[in-house]
């Protein structure tokens, strides 16, 4: 088992920059492998990026190449995403979750194991 907790959403302008973070935690978090997804308001929750346990595998959705970043402290067992040249429709509630599954190209479906969740709102 393990517990996710997620921090470093907020208001941003268009254009700007986030960096969202998720602590894990449980006897064997650090061999998780680690993802975030997405939720937008009447929309389904959908996949954004995931890291291997090492972190020698990533994974992003096409709609987050180019702009974000994944990346994990195994030391701190906590992912990192950052996020670049944000756009308003990147506005939503970003997940946390654990393990990714199933990953290939642009897509990874989601684990057993969830964060709250921390709000993004990114204004035109």
């Known amino acids: 088992q393990v517990h996710l907790v997620e921090s470093g959403g907020g208001l941003v302008q268009a254009g700007g920059s986030l960096r969202l973070s998720c602590a894990a935690s449980?006897?064997?978090?650090?061999?998780?492998?680690l993802g975030w997804f997405r939720q937008a308001p009447g929309a389904e929750r959908e996949f954004v990026a995931a890291?291997?346990?090492?972190?020698?595998?990533?994974y992003y959705a096409d709609s987050a190449k180019g702009r974000f970043t994944i990346s994990r402290d195994n030391a701190k067992i906590t992912v990192y995403l950052q996020m670049n040249s944000l756009k308003p429709e990147d506005t939503a509630v970003y997940y946390c979750?654990?393990?990714?599954?199933?990953?290939?190209?642009?897509?990874?479906?989601?684990?057993?194991?969830w964060g709250q969740g921390t709000q993004v709102t990114v204004s035109s």
């Open positions: 890291i291997s346990w090492n972190g020698n595998n990533t």
């Open positions: 449980g006897p064997i978090a650090s061999a998780y492998h």
């Open positions: 979750n654990a393990p990714p599954n199933g990953c290939s190209g642009s897509v990874c479906y989601s684990g057993l194991y």
